[in-house]
């Protein structure tokens, strides 16, 4: 429910609306945009990061707070594990019960492999599920993964590994009939044609979706497959530390029951880690739209056995979390919102920006409307948002069309009494996803021998700003990358003696480079408490 002071300011989105209609606003030049973002993207300021002092990105700049868990203990430091006792024995052990492990397991359980899917929460509660708006994918007429390349790389400030963006194009067409063989109910035409729509950036109409759970329908579908196919998945079972052989190749990882406590070993021919995100970092301070979960523990282990970051520094806030009400602060509002044609306005009801501008410009354009001019609208509990007109969507598309394309956004306010039929809502950037992770190669695989990295935590695909649709693309692609090659690679693998060495290693090479924590990592879960005591207990 708005305030009478939110609604007496609605009045002037209703009063410019006419002008306003048919009207496309300006694209920012490519100067525009440099200006903007160097201005007011979170990235481009030195305060919400420090250059790691260990390891190998050793003097690079990361995000404050994922550099403390970087440069934190481990786990076990004082904890004995017997190595000696298996308590899983598998093929491929899959890190992570998202998209991305989920698509893995199915690929390599289908070459044979015996895989093991392992869950810090129960198998879906992933990013994966929190997605909404739709899955990019260049399959029709007058499109191609030629232009959809250039889209990813343009989107990316052309920072992108472009064997990994060319892998991610490529593949796309097949992921979407991957997904919609297995049962996935994408949106579609009567006549069977899918229904696509433009993201932020994009220069054809690609975006497939199941209304505004994408995320949800896919995760739901992979989820019953690979209970369908028998595989093994342990739910809060997270891994704390990866395990290698004494040739330093991945072999396994220790995990930790959270029902009994107990640490347990899996040992595997191949590692595939797909523990997503870490929006609940809450890096600058920012609200997430991420799951409860998304806390970097992959980049934590990864990096711990060597594996380089990529963009590590470069954070996605997503320009529309919701700014208003309190209770579902920084929630997402699907970009869909906009690709169907709702405006971004500021408090005298001007648009300021083109609505489908990539993520970082609009984020940035949004955070100038409010904190550099002044021009955004302030909210009960002190901070400020600017409006998204979503009238025009029923207005442009015909009535009916929030509810039948964006039913769960619609749901969401209508709890809170606000109805985005009639009445405009209020947003402002929320962090939203880790443009960088984990380097990898085209087949996933690490610069770790049998240890792969797929989803959110992988790194290099996106460059320096992905763009919409292309997450839950890339968990497929990659996914199933990684698990097709995982799956064939382990026949020929002989596991060596397991060991944990590695973390006295990094250990000393802290000390050896002057870090002194108290910090323990990974830390698994968030600490909304005020001091750090929930996180050093874990
Ligand atoms: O790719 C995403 O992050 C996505 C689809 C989000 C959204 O706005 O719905």
Not at 345 to 365: I, P
């Amino acid at each position: 429910m708005y305030t009478a002071d939110m609604r007496e300011l609605m009045k002037k989105v209703v009063e410019t609306r006419s002008q306003r209609l048919g009207k496309d606003f300006p694209r920012m030049s490519p100067e525009e945009k440099i200006d903007v973002l160097n201005e007011n993207h979170p990235d481009y300021t030195d305060k919400g990061f420090r250059v790691l002092k260990h390891g190998v990105n050793k003097g690079q700049r990361v995000p404050k707070e994922l550099a403390d868990l970087i440069e934190a203990k481990s786990k076990l430091e004082n904890i004995d594990i017997n190595l000696g006792k298996i308590d899983y024995d598998v093929d491929v052990l899959i890190i992570g019960g998202g998209g991305a492990g989920a698509a893995a397991a199915l690929e390599a359980d289908e070459k044979g492999a015996k895989v093991l899917i392992t869950t810090k929460l129960r198998f879906g509660d992933a990013n994966t599920m929190m997605a909404e708006g739709g899955i990019q994918a260049a399959d029709k007429e007058n499109d191609s993964p030629d232009k959809h390349y250039l889209d990813v790389m343009g989107g990316g400030h052309y920072t992108n590994v472009p064997e990994l963006a060319a892998a991610l194009v490529k593949d796309a067409p097949s992921a979407i009939k991957w997904l919609d063989d297995l049962g996935v109910m994408f949106d579609k035409e009567a006549d069977g044609t899918m229904v696509t729509t433009h993201g932020g950036g994009t220069s054809r109409k690609r975006m497939h979706a199941a209304a505004d759970y994408s995320g949800a329908e896919i995760m739901r579908v992979l989820r019953d497959e690979v209970r369908n196919k028998g595989i093994e998945v342990l739910e809060f079972s997270p891994v704390v530390e990866l395990i290698l052989d004494s040739d330093g190749k991945a072999a396994g990882a220790v995990l930790h029951d959270l029902e009994t406590g107990r640490y347990l070993v899996a040992r595997a021919k191949t590692v595939i880690m797909a523990t997503g995100g870490a929006g609940r970092l809450h890096y600058q301070g920012f609200p997430t739209s991420n799951h409860y979960g998304a806390t970097a523990d992959g980049l934590v282990m990864g990096y711990r056995v060597g594996v380089e970051l990529a963009f590590a520094d470069t954070i996605q806030y997503h320009p529309t979390g919701v700014a208003y009400p309190a209770q579902i602060f920084g929630a997402l509002v699907t970009e869909k919102v906009r690709s169907l044609g709702a405006t971004p306005l500021n408090v005298d009801g001007e648009q300021f920006v083109y609505h489908l501008e990539t993520r970082d410009v609009e984020a940035s354009a949004i955070i100038r409307e409010c904190n550099v001019k002044g021009k955004g609208l302030p909210t009960p509990s002190g901070g400020s948002g600017v409006w998204l007109d979503t009238p025009l969507i029923e207005i442009i598309h015909g009535e009916g069309t929030i509810e039948k394309r964006i039913p769960a956004m619609m749901r969401m306010y209508l709890k809170f009494g606000i109805d985005m039929r009639k009445e405009p809502i209020l947003v402002y950037p929320t962090l939203h996803y880790q443009n960088g992770g984990l380097l990898i190669k085209e087949n996933g695989e690490t610069q770790v021998e049998n240890l792969y990295v797929a989803g959110e935590c992988a790194g290099g695909i996106h460059g320096k700003n992905r763009l919409m649709g292309n997450s839950l693309l890339d968990i497929i692609v990659f996914g199933r990358r990684a698990g097709k090659d995982a799956g064939e690679k382990y026949k020929s693998i002989e596991v060596k003696e397991l060991t944990l060495d590695h973390i006295k290693k990094y250990s000393d090479e802290m000390k050896y480079n002057g870090v002194e924590t108290d910090r323990v990592s990974p830390i698994l879960l968030p600490s909304y408490t005020h001091g750090r005591e929930e996180d050093e207990k874990n």
